[in-house]
């Protein structure tokens, strides 16, 4: 009887040190995958934010004034400055809104949206 409860542990110590080396081996890889996560989100991070919508639209920061000014874009044919657009959009003429619309439009050109072809005169990308 001794002999077969010896033989009956000794088993089960072995089969305890595989499941231990199992144990050790998932959790390497548990840390692994953790490490990569960590390292793709913050990469994912760090890339402009271009994605499309379901509309096929891209996303566009979130102010009021960047859809008005794609608006104005869509209803002309030619190149645009920052002092057309305020008119169209019923801004008064002062240097501190045509700057900011001008930024506005800088940015759309970061994103992808419009192009400069000229300093300050702006289209959108065909």
Do not use: W
């Not at 050790?24 to 990469?43: A, K, P």
């Not at 305020?86 to 192009?115: N, W, Y």
């Amino acid at each position: 009887m001794e002999v077969v409860v010896r033989v009956a542990v000794g088993a089960r110590r072995s089969l305890n040190r595989a499941l231990q080396n199992q144990l050790r081996d998932g959790e390497l890889r548990l840390e692994h995958l953790v490490i990569t996560r960590t390292t793709i989100t913050g990469l994912a991070d760090g890339i402009p934010d271009q994605a499309a919508d379901l509309a096929g639209s891209l996303e566009l920061p979130e102010h009021p004034d960047y859809p008005r000014i794609l608006a104005v874009f869509n209803d002309t044919t030619g190149p645009l400055r920052a002092r057309d657009i305020c008119q169209a959009l019923d801004f008064e003429l002062l240097p501190k809104h045509v700057e900011r619309t001008r930024a506005k439009m800088k940015r759309l050109v970061t994103l992808g949206i419009l192009s400069e072809a000229e300093p300050g005169t702006f289209s959108k990308k065909q």
